[in-house]
Every structure is written in C-alpha cells, then in structure tokens.
C-alpha cells in the first residue's frame, strides 16, 4: 500500500541525547514536512523539503535538524540543543505540482525519561 | 510563525446532533483544508477548497471557503460516535512555488452518551 511511514510509534529520549526519528513515504512526492504538535495547539512546522538535498528551515527549528539523501525519506533528528523535546512528531508529504494538501503519517511520540 | 483561530476549541453533543465549527485569519489564503485528527494518529484530510465561495461535500460533511478567502466553516450533520476527535483547518497559500501551510489550533468534538 502506498503512504507514509513514521517510526518508532513511541521514543523515549534520555537528556542530553541525540535521536533520530524515521520517516519514509512511497507515494514519490517531492514535498516533504516535520511538524511538532503540544497538546491544545496546532501544528508547528519544523523543517520542510520541497526536492531531494535541499530542505527550508519552518517555523521551530532550533534545536532540530534533517537531510534529505533521497526522495523517500526525509529522517529529523532531535537533538541535545532542543530543551523541550516531549511532543508528538508528525512528518507529511505532498503531491506536485504545488496547491495540493498535504498527507500525513501516524506520528512518533517522544519522551524524556 | 501565524496560528488560525479556530473556534468553537471544543463541543459536547448528543449522537444525531449537527455540528458547526469555523476558522477564521487575517490573512488570504489560496487554499483551504479540513483535517480530523483521531488520538495518537495523524491528520486524515477530509476536505479541501480552492476557490473562494466554494462549497464542497464529502457525505455528512459540507465546508465552505469563504468569499474574502479568510475564513473557513465545516459542518457535520447528524453527529455519529466515529466523528469524535479533533478537527482541523489549515490554509495554504502559494506563491511562485514556496508553499505554506497554516494550521487551527483544533476544535475537540465528543458525543456525549
């Protein structure tokens, strides 16, 4: 089945460690995201990809950081630099040409133990 | 980064109620989308609207996008248990190939037995 994959479903973060989070998709959209949800807010866009080894800095990224080798797979990292990493992840991706929604993973929940 | 403001942020009804939520910006956008968001999974898209004063169905749903292209509003008629969970608006606009998505802050509907 085509869609996008998102792993692990749950991570736990020790502090002052880095962790990276699996995104893959299938559908061969060129428009990757990473988003970060708090609970009782919306969507906050973190990084964003719109073609394979470039990728745009969103609205929260400090403290994160992705790459984009190939067109599947758009991994962000989370790291020691990021002091408030307990959230919900969400990565999405969308079709070409532009003005097309976007369409989203089951998500990774990450903790700090 | 821009938040909707999204209202009612939650609403408690009775099975066989209809449903009424709406979003609201101080900014046009060229596109806009309607997300329902059930717990610990990600944002299935439920409808989206490109012009303004479009109004689309997708079976007990009916969404409207505004004639100013500022606002946004999503029915539900006669509310069954599977509509509980969060809904979402976003709107996107577009402009010569940078895209961005903007997200509601959710509106948390439950059916009260």
């Known amino acids: 089945d085509g869609g996008i994959t998102q792993s692990p479903k749950y991570l736990f973060r020790k502090e002052g460690q880095n962790v990276t989070l699996s995104c893959e998709q299938n559908l061969n959209h060129d428009a990757m995201y990473w988003y970060r949800q708090d609970p009782g807010q919306g969507l906050r866009l973190i990084y964003y990809?719109?073609?394979?080894?470039?990728?745009q800095k969103g609205d929260i990224a400090e403290g994160y950081s992705v790459s984009r080798e190939k067109k599947e797979s758009f991994p962000l990292t989370v790291t020691s630099a990021q002091k408030n990493p307990t959230a919900f992840y969400l990565c999405?991706?969308?079709?070409?040409?532009?003005?097309?929604?976007?369409?989203f993973g089951d998500g990774t929940r990450l903790s700090i133990l | 980064g821009q938040q909707l403001n999204q209202s009612p942020q939650s609403m408690f009804i009775q099975e066989g109620e209809d449903v009424s939520m709406n979003c609201t910006s101080s900014?046009?956008?060229?596109?806009w989308l309607w997300y329902k968001q059930d717990p610990g999974e990600g944002p299935v898209l439920l409808i989206a609207l490109y012009k303004a004063g479009e109004l689309t169905s997708n079976g007990r749903l009916t969404a409207q996008f505004g004639i100013t292209r500022k606002d946004s509003f999503l029915n539900i008629s006669a509310s069954i248990p599977s509509d509980v969970g969060i809904y979402f608006c976003a709107g996107l606009i577009s402009n010569f190939g940078n895209e961005k998505l903007t997200f509601g802050t959710g509106t948390r509907l439950t059916i009260i037995p």
């Open positions: 999405a991706s969308r079709p070409n040409p532009g003005g097309q929604p976007q369409h």
């Open positions: 990809s719109q073609i394979v080894n470039d990728f």
């Open positions: 900014s046009i956008f060229n596109t």
